[in-house]
C-alpha cells in the first residue's frame, strides 16, 4: 500500500521561505521511472503543478515558479522535501505531494497525499 | 509551457451519459489523465494511459484520446460522481507537467 503524507508549517508569514516535506511509505524513489511531485491548490481554485523529482535525481520546476522553488529527495528517508522562497499571500493554498510510478506518455500520478493547507498572513 | 483547456462547469441528469473534454497541444503527444475531487479530499486517479482505470474505479468511466483532445466518459452518472474532474498530462515542449483548469461535474 502506497501512503505519502504532508507535513510542515500551517501558516508562514510574508517573505518567509515555505519548507514542506513528504514522507512516503510503499514505493522506492530509487526504482526506475519513478517520480514524485508537488501540486497545490488555492481555496476554491485549480490545481496547479509545482515540482517534479525523479529516480534518478532528475528535477522539474514550473517555469512560472522557477525562481522560487527548489525540490531535494532523501531517498534512504523515503521523503521528499519542497522549498518555496519569498512567500506571498497568493501562495495560500493546500499543497500535495503525489507518486508516479511511470515515465514518457504514460505519466500519471497515480497515489496522493491528503495534503496540508497552508497560510500566508503576518 | 503549453495549456490544457477544460470547460468550467457540466451537468448531466442522474442515469445519463456525460462526456468532460480536454484540449491541449501536449495531448497530440502524451495521453491524458484524469482525477476525480470531491469538497476537502486529495484528488483521485480515475482514468490513465490509452484507457486505464485504476484499481476500483467503476467501468461506468472509461477514456479516449483523439489528436489534441481527450475525453472522460461517464456511462450511467450516479450522485457519487460528482465533484471537479481535471485532466493532466506531459507538456510536450519541456517535458514539465500541466493541469487542466478543472470541470465542474454536477449530476442532477
Known amino acids: 500500500q502506497i501512503t505519502l503524507k504532508v507535513s510542515g508549517p500551517t501558516v508562514v508569514k510574508p517573505t518567509e521561505t515555505l519548507t514542506l516535506t513528504c514522507t512516503f511509505s510503499?514505493?522506492?524513489?530509487?526504482?526506475?521511472?519513478?517520480?514524485v511531485g508537488w501540486i497545490r491548490q488555492p481555496p476554491g481554485k485549480a490545481l496547479e503543478w509545482l515540482a517534479l523529482?525523479?529516480?534518478?535525481?532528475?528535477?522539474r520546476y514550473n517555469p512560472s515558479l522557477k525562481s522560487r522553488l527548489s525540490i531535494t529527495k532523501d531517498t534512504s528517508e523515503n521523503q521528499v522535501v519542497l522549498t518555496l522562497t519569498n512567500m506571498d499571500p497568493v501562495d495560500t493554498g493546500t499543497y500535495f505531494c503525489?507518486?508516479?510510478?511511470?515515465?514518457?506518455?504514460?505519466?500519471?500520478?497515480?497515489?496522493w497525499g491528503l495534503g496540508t493547507l497552508v497560510s500566508v498572513s503576518s | 509551457s503549453s495549456e490544457l483547456t477544460q470547460d468550467p462547469a457540466v451537468s448531466v441528469a442522474l442515469g445519463q451519459t456525460v462526456r468532460v473534454t480536454c484540449q491541449g497541444d501536449?495531448?497530440?503527444?502524451?495521453?491524458a489523465n484524469w482525477y476525480q475531487q470531491k469538497p476537502g479530499q486529495a484528488p483521485v486517479l480515475v482514468m490513465h494511459?490509452?484507457?486505464t482505470r485504476p484499481s476500483g474505479i467503476p467501468d461506468r468511466f472509461s477514456g479516449s484520446n483523439s489528436g489534441d483532445t481527450a475525453s472522460l466518459t461517464i456511462t450511467g452518472a450516479l450522485a457519487e460522481d460528482e465533484g471537479d474532474y481535471y485532466c493532466?498530462?506531459?507538456?510536450?515542449?519541456?517535458?514539465?507537467?500541466?493541469f487542466g483548469g478543472g470541470t465542474k461535474l454536477t449530476v442532477l
Open positions: 510503499g514505493f522506492s524513489l530509487s526504482s526506475s521511472g519513478v517520480s
Open positions: 494511459g490509452e484507457n
Open positions: 501536449s495531448l497530440r503527444s502524451f495521453y
Open positions: 523529482i525523479y529516480w534518478d535525481d532528475d528535477k
Open positions: 493532466n498530462s506531459r507538456d510536450s515542449s519541456s517535458n514539465h507537467v500541466v
Open positions: 503525489a507518486h508516479s510510478p511511470d515515465t514518457g506518455p504514460y505519466f500519471h500520478f497515480q497515489n
